[in-house]
């Protein structure tokens, strides 16, 4: 069982997710100190558990994904089949207890198990549901199944990135199902909050298209406002210059020249003039951008990266290098915001996680923490104490 302590201690969370997406957002709340309890299909469990490799113990009955080991922490896992009739009553009494429920299924298969929004809400007036899908619950798509990538493709963030508008590329993490389990998290808080003053639940609705949508940013805005449509272009922003990655003698080096000011020292830094016809202000620099590139790249040619970012944060421009993943995971910088965590799983035995983003701290600036985290629960682990607790026994 775990000790849930945090900001939404107290609050019960149903997780009838499975995949990403609501997982990712069930998991935000179990960080916060939501009860979280994950209801899988028996035997078989959340889709994820058998996306792999990497398996840690491959081999053998206790065999987990680290896909799953990353959407999972801090959560209870129960075997329930909502087809039969027992494991059905079992899930509408923890319904009646519960203050949010996340599911992710396709529309109308909620309603054809007998669970709509009607029955939830019957069962529990207090409610949250957080509904999540691939494309919307209405309108001329709404029935389609969604996968990250497909979203990515369809939702235009393929498009804009690349090395060029002929390349397009996913994002290195499935994004889409990510922003969607946050933007939902999200809505729920906001539902809670609003339940405090009216006492009524509701549902939040969100999906993998409109989560995709909601960060295109200035691109969304170049387009309807400007009517210029953004295309994929490499390590270099579009209304900013210089902004990108740079080579140098040994390696890249990353950096963002973000105001006449931090022109003017950049400039000063490397012997540039800045007033140089065609550069003296950024929409000139924008305009002109493949010059500046060529420009800043002869100026960085001979330097080695750690000399050069030395001399850049000398001279206050924002500036980095690209590290490869074991890089940031061994970066101090990273452990001292804690982002790293060490649970102890069932059958795994000691692991270390990606911790949750964020921190937490009274008015006297302490920070306060979490008694520990729990590790991702073995399938059906909890099944029996959760429905002893269901059915009116002790948690």
């Not at 081999?59 to 009739?85: C, H, I, M, Q, W």
């Not at 982002?339 to 964020?358: A, K, M, Q, R, S």
Request: glycine share 14%.
């Amino acid at each position: 069982m775990i000790d849930s302590t945090g900001p939404l201690a107290g609050l019960l969370v149903v997780d009838l997710s499975r995949a990403l997406a609501g997982p990712h957002a069930s998991m935000m709340l179990g960080d916060l100190g939501a009860r979280v309890i994950k209801v899988e299909n028996p035997g078989i469990g959340d889709d994820t558990r058998g996306w792999g490799p990497p398996f840690v113990q491959p081999e053998g009955k206790n065999r987990e994904s680290t896909y799953f080991l990353s959407a999972n922490r801090n959560k209870e896992s129960v075997e329930l089949d909502l087809k039969a009739p027992d494991d059905l009553a079992t899930l509408l009494r923890l319904v009646e207890r519960a203050d949010v429920l996340i599911e992710n299924f396709r529309t109308g298969v909620l309603d054809r198990l007998g669970l709509g929004n009607d029955v939830l809400h019957g069962l529990n007036p207090r409610l949250v549901v957080l509904s999540l899908t691939g494309f919307g619950h209405d309108g001329p798509e709404g029935g389609r199944s969604g996968y990250d990538q497909i979203a990515q493709g369809e939702a235009g963030l393929m498009s804009i990135t690349g090395s060029a508008p002929d390349d397009p590329q996913k994002v290195g993490t499935p994004i889409s199902d990510i922003l969607a389990g946050m933007y939902g998290a999200y809505g729920v808080l906001a539902a809670l909050h609003e339940r405090a003053q009216t006492g009524k639940g509701g549902v939040v609705r969100s999906s993998l298209l409109a989560a995709t949508v909601g960060i295109h940013g200035f691109q969304g805005t170049r387009w309807t406002i400007a009517g210029e449509a953004g295309q994929a272009q490499g390590n270099h922003h579009v209304a900013i210059s210089p902004y990108g990655l740079f080579p140098c003698a040994d390696g890249a080096v990353q950096i963002a020249v973000g105001s006449e000011r931090l022109w003017h020292a950049f400039c000063a830094a490397f012997g540039i003039d800045p007033d140089t016809p065609g550069m003296a202000t950024n929409p000139e620099r924008a305009g002109n951008r493949e010059e500046v590139i060529a420009l800043v790249e002869k100026v960085f040619a001979p330097w080695r990266r750690d000399e050069l970012l030395a001399r850049l944060d000398e001279a206050g421009i924002p500036a980095g290098k690209v590290r490869s993943i074991d890089e940031v995971y061994a970066w101090d910088q990273v452990r001292s915001q804690g982002l790293l965590i060490e649970v102890d799983h069932e059958t795994l035995g000691p692991l270390t996680l990606p911790g949750p983003p964020l921190r937490f701290f009274d008015t006297e600036g302490a920070e306060v923490t979490r008694t520990g985290h729990a590790a991702p629960p073995v399938l059906g682990s909890d099944t029996e104490r959760v429905r002893a607790w269901a059915n009116g026994g002790v948690r």
